[in-house]
């Protein structure tokens, strides 16, 4: 008995990994045409000031229009990118579209916003990275000095390899590019190099904040990343905020931003653009 249940779990089993192997090989075929293709898209999600209310910022998040398949989100293909090496020309085609939609927004007299990027751990050590940046940050006319470009690293890439890291974070920092650590929380920061990065900004990881108000350990963990950050002089952002007792708390801890679907969730350019359209009417 037992041998025929090993051997049918065993079928099972393979049936299963094909599927995922072949799953995964038709993302990554379809992925290399896909640019080309102009089917990969940013949607702009604002990241608001809590004390104002107001938008300041906006992360650019990347979906793939597929044909047949429809909006297929970040998690299903940017790790099969990263693997294979298509997140390098991917993600400058994201860097590049991102500033120059950012230039389109402020040519239009619309509020000023930064931009804030997702940089993959790929990217973040390519040899190339500055000049990318440098680049994507001219040709779209952007003022290297204006807080137009932030760029999010997670806190896993971060504190790998660290003197590089504090290198390419040096460089960038003197291209007047802001810098963030994404995903806040969720690996092992050695406080000593936080100390040392020339970074902007913590965001503190949604896990944390989904349970905020429940989770008695959650709501310490988030007020503790407020307090370090804030006596490492930088600001804070919560992500993932949904209600409006989640952001109170937050507000009560002094966190400084927040992202999330309770404010609004990620949005095409032209949605994105009536709600700066709207920002301005109510300030002037
Ligand atoms: P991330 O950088 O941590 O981005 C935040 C994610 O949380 C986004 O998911 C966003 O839509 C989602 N989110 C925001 N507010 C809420 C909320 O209130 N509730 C919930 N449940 N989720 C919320 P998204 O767009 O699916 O992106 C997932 C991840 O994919 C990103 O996490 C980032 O790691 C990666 N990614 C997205 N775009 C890019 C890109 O252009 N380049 C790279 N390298 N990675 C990207
Ligand atoms: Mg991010
Ligand atoms: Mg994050
Ligand atoms: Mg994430």
Not at 55 to 84: C, N, Q, T, Y
Not at 144 to 162: A, F, G
Not at 256 to 272: I, R
Request: glycine share 6%; aromatic share 6%.
């Amino acid at each position: 008995h037992a041998k025929e249940n090993g051997k049918n779990n065993f079928q099972f089993y393979t049936a299963a990994m094909n599927a995922v192997v072949h799953d995964r090989m038709e993302i990554e075929n379809g992925l290399r045409h896909a640019l080309a293709k102009g089917e990969l898209v940013l949607h702009y999600q604002p990241q608001v000031d809590i004390a104002s209310g107001k938008m300041i910022a906006v992360e650019a998040l990347v979906r793939w229009a597929h044909p047949e398949k429809g909006l297929i989100p970040p998690d299903k293909f940017i790790p099969v990118a990263e693997e294979s090496g298509l997140i390098v020309p991917i993600g400058e085609w994201v860097l590049r579209t991102a500033c120059r939609q950012n230039k389109a927004w402020q040519n239009m007299g619309l509020p000023h916003i930064r931009m804030a990027v997702n940089l993959s751990a790929r990217q973040f050590r390519q040899p190339h990275l500055l000049t990318v940046v440098a680049k994507a940050m001219e040709d779209a006319g952007l003022d290297p000095n204006s807080d137009s470009l932030e760029l999010e690293v997670t806190e896993s890439v971060v504190m790998k390899d660290l003197e590089g890291t504090i290198s390419t974070l040096n460089k960038l920092h003197a291209m007047g590019v802001r810098l963030s650590i994404d995903d806040f929380g969720t690996g092992y920061s050695s406080l000593s190099y936080l100390k040392r990065f020339p970074i902007n900004t913590l965001k503190i990881d949604q896990s944390f904040v989904r349970d905020i108000t429940t989770d008695a350990d959650d709501a310490a963990i988030a007020s503790t990343i407020v307090t370090l950050g804030h006596s490492l002089k930088l600001r804070i952002i919560a992500e993932g905020v949904e209600t409006a007792q989640q952001l109170a708390l937050l507000r009560e801890m002094k966190c400084d931003e927040m992202q999330g679907y309770y404010f609004s969730k990620p949005l095409e350019a032209a949605e994105l653009e009536k709600l700066l359209r709207e920002e301005r009417r109510l300030s002037g």
